[in-house]
């Protein structure tokens, strides 16, 4: 029997790229959303109508993250997502500050040194998803502006989980390319297409190397049609997939 291989993979993207859709295209998912307003929740309703609401977690505190993978492991999930990196960093901070007020009434902020503590606890989620129960990985990533010296650069910058990029097998920046086409009427068509910022298993300099594809129009994530396309990045086998 071949073993399986989950992947880690971060998708990163402006407002309205797809992330989330894209992620919940992988095998079997659970969605975990920490976002201020659980925004995320229309689009595992569209796309799972009958079942979401055994998919979808709602993540307001820590403790509400380990009963979520907890469920989502007992239910043999295949992909666990987390909806943002940037909102888990912030949550495990809370976590970790609350418990150094209940020694220390008066901390209000975290030590540079006692952030080694959220940093771990990331660990150990990721070790316990993806080693321990054979868990796909997905976290998403916004995009924010980039100052310095208190003034904007002009540049977006990714606003994500720190240290994801050690842990990620699979990085994938999504954008919308338009294309014209026809003069009258000019009849605009919009692509999502994935930038493939890294690929750790595949050499750069292999001819199997891919630095962009087109991600289907697909509302069926039944057919594993995005999940095929971005699982054959890897140049695994398929009997490699945790499906």
Same mark, same amino acid.
């Not at 503590?117 to 990721?126: G, I, L, P, R, S």
């Not at 990533?141 to 606003?159: I, Y």
């Not at 129009?217 to 990045?233: C, G, H, Q, S, Y």
């Given at each position: 029997?071949?073993?399986?291989?989950?992947?880690?993979?971060?998708?990163?993207?402006?407002?309205?790229?797809?992330?989330?859709?894209?992620?919940?295209?992988?095998?079997?998912?659970?969605? =975990?959303? +920490?976002?201020?307003?659980? !925004?995320?929740?229309?689009?595992?309703?569209? @796309?799972?109508?009958?079942? %979401? #609401?055994?998919?979808?977690?709602?993540?307001?505190?820590?403790?509400?993250?380990?009963?979520?993978?907890?469920?989502?492991?007992?239910?043999?999930?295949?992909?666990?997502?987390?909806?943002?990196?940037?909102?888990?960093?912030?949550?495990?901070?809370? =976590?970790? +500050?609350?418990?150094?007020? !209940?020694?220390?009434?008066?901390?209000?902020? @975290?030590?540079?040194?006692? %952030? #080694?503590?959220?940093?771990?606890?990331?660990?150990?989620?990721?070790?316990?998803?993806?080693?321990?129960?054979?868990?796909?990985?997905?976290?998403?990533?916004?995009?924010?502006?980039?100052?310095?010296?208190?003034?904007?650069?002009?540049?977006?910058?990714?606003?994500?989980?720190?240290?994801?990029?050690?842990?990620?097998?699979?990085?994938?920046?999504?954008?919308?390319?338009?294309?014209?086409?026809?003069?009258?009427?000019?009849?605009?068509?919009?692509?999502?297409?994935?930038?493939?910022?890294?690929?750790?298993?595949?050499?750069?300099?292999?001819?199997?190397?891919?630095?962009?594809?087109?991600?289907?129009?697909?509302?069926?994530?039944?057919?594993?049609?995005?999940?095929?396309?971005?699982?054959?990045?890897?140049?695994?086998?398929?009997?490699?997939?945790?499906?």
């Amino acid at each position: 029997m071949t073993d399986k291989l989950p992947i880690v993979t971060e998708i990163i993207g402006e407002a309205s790229t797809g992330k989330t859709h894209t992620s919940l295209l992988f095998s079997n998912p659970a969605l =975990a959303d +920490l976002t201020l307003r659980g !925004k995320s929740k229309i689009n595992i309703q569209r @796309l799972y109508p009958e079942d %979401w #609401k055994d998919r979808y977690f709602r993540i307001k505190s820590y403790n509400d993250l380990k009963v979520a993978i907890k469920k989502a492991r007992e239910d043999k999930r295949a992909t666990f997502i987390i909806e943002t990196g940037s909102d888990l960093r912030l949550l495990l901070g809370e =976590a970790h +500050l609350e418990n150094i007020q !209940k020694r220390s009434s008066g901390r209000e902020a @975290l030590g540079t040194y006692e %952030w #080694k503590q959220v940093n771990k606890w990331f660990h150990e989620m990721v070790e316990y998803l993806v080693e321990t129960h054979q868990m796909n990985f997905v976290i998403t990533a916004e995009m924010k502006d980039q100052w310095k010296n208190k003034t904007r650069t002009g540049v977006r910058a990714r606003d994500g989980y720190p240290k994801t990029n050690f842990y990620c097998d699979l990085r994938l920046y999504l954008k919308i390319e338009k294309e014209s086409t026809g003069d009258d009427p000019v009849v605009v068509v919009k692509k999502r297409v994935a930038m493939i910022a890294k690929n750790g298993l595949v050499d750069s300099t292999s001819p199997e190397w891919v630095s962009k594809i087109i991600l289907p129009r697909d509302n069926d994530p039944k057919e594993l049609k995005t999940f095929r396309l971005i699982m054959e990045l890897t140049q695994l086998p398929e009997d490699m997939w945790v499906m």
